[in-house]
Structures are given as C-alpha cells and as structure tokens.
C-alpha cells in the first residue's frame, strides 16, 4: 500500500489544481468574462504590478498575444484604455468608468472572498500553506528542468518539440 501513496498524492494534489482553476473558470464564465478577462481585471485591482501590458503577461504567466486579445477585446468594449507607457512599444492599461463598474459588480467581489477565505486560515496556516506551496512549485521546477528539450512523444522522428512542454523563463 505504500507504493501507491505517491502515486495517490500526486492524483489528489493534480486534482487539487484543477478544482481551484475550475473554480475560478466556473466564477469568470458566470460573470460573462473569459479566463484571461478576468483575471486581468483580477491583477488590475489587486494592485500586485504596474498596470502595463509586458507585467500583466509575466503576472498571469501568459504570453503577449493572449492577453493583447483579452486587452483590445476589452478596449472595443470600452471597459479600459491603452495608453503609451515609459517607451514607445509599453502599453499602459487605464480602466475606464464602465470598467470599474464592472470590477466592482464582478472581480472586487471575488477578491473579497478570497481573502476572507484566506483569512479563515490561522496565520501559522496561511505561513505553512504558502510556503509549501513555494517549496513544491521550486522543486518541480527542478526536476522539470530539461523537459521541454526532450522529444515530444507524439513525433517519434523528430519534430514538434519547438513549442516545448514548460512556458519559457
């Protein structure tokens, strides 16, 4: 039976993962948003990073095609402005009236909940909870370093290993 513990830990903590993103996906698609919507109008009102373009992307580990899509969509629908930032190609990303109206009806709400969430936590939890997750995060980084240089499974002949399987760093 202990052979089968890591196996078991490592399906509970995958499933872990995908119930949290799962939770957040069902939360923007019943707001209307799209994932990558969300979550920028998320980090906005966090105030985690400046509200430029290039730091929204390395915040939600999502390339500059995505969130430009995300960003336009968002600027067509009058919910923010793109403005010029420190240098010609930076983006400064600026909410609109109609976008913090949003925010306040949708991720505001969502982020107060989260904290309470957290907040629910003893702080020694809230300690223990992030620093294990750093912990566990740094050591699969490790044992995942030269995966995306290993030949993709699917092209036995060479091929389709370009992409990779791990986001750039």
């Known amino acids: 039976m202990k052979e089968n513990r890591p196996k078991n830990r490592m399906w509970e903590y995958g499933d872990i993962l995908k119930e949290y993103d799962n939770i957040f996906r069902g939360i923007a698609r019943g707001m209307g948003l799209s994932e990558c919507s969300f979550w920028v109008l998320y980090t906005?009102?966090?105030d985690i990073v400046e509200p430029v373009q290039s730091e929204i992307c390395a915040c939600l580990y999502e390339s500059k095609q995505t969130v430009n899509s995300a960003l336009k969509k968002m600027e067509a629908e009058g919910l923010l402005e793109l403005t010029s930032g420190k240098d010609r190609r930076s983006k400064r990303i600026l909410?609109?009236?109609?976008?913090?109206?949003?925010c306040e009806r949708t991720v505001d709400r969502v982020i107060e909940r989260e904290r309470r969430a957290l907040e629910d936590?003893?702080?020694?939890?809230q300690d223990q909870f992030l620093a294990l997750f750093r912990k566990f995060n740094g050591l699969l980084k490790a044992h995942m370093a030269g995966?995306?240089?290993m030949q993709d499974?699917?092209?036995?002949?060479?091929?389709?290993?370009?992409?990779?399987?791990?986001p750039a760093p």
């Open 44 to 46: 906005l009102r966090t």
């Open 95 to 102: 909410l609109t009236a109609a976008g913090i109206s949003l």
């Open 121 to 125: 936590l003893t702080e020694e939890e």
């Open 147 to 149: 995966v995306s240089e």
């Open 153 to 166: 499974a699917r092209h036995p002949a060479g091929g389709g290993t370009e992409r990779g399987f791990l």
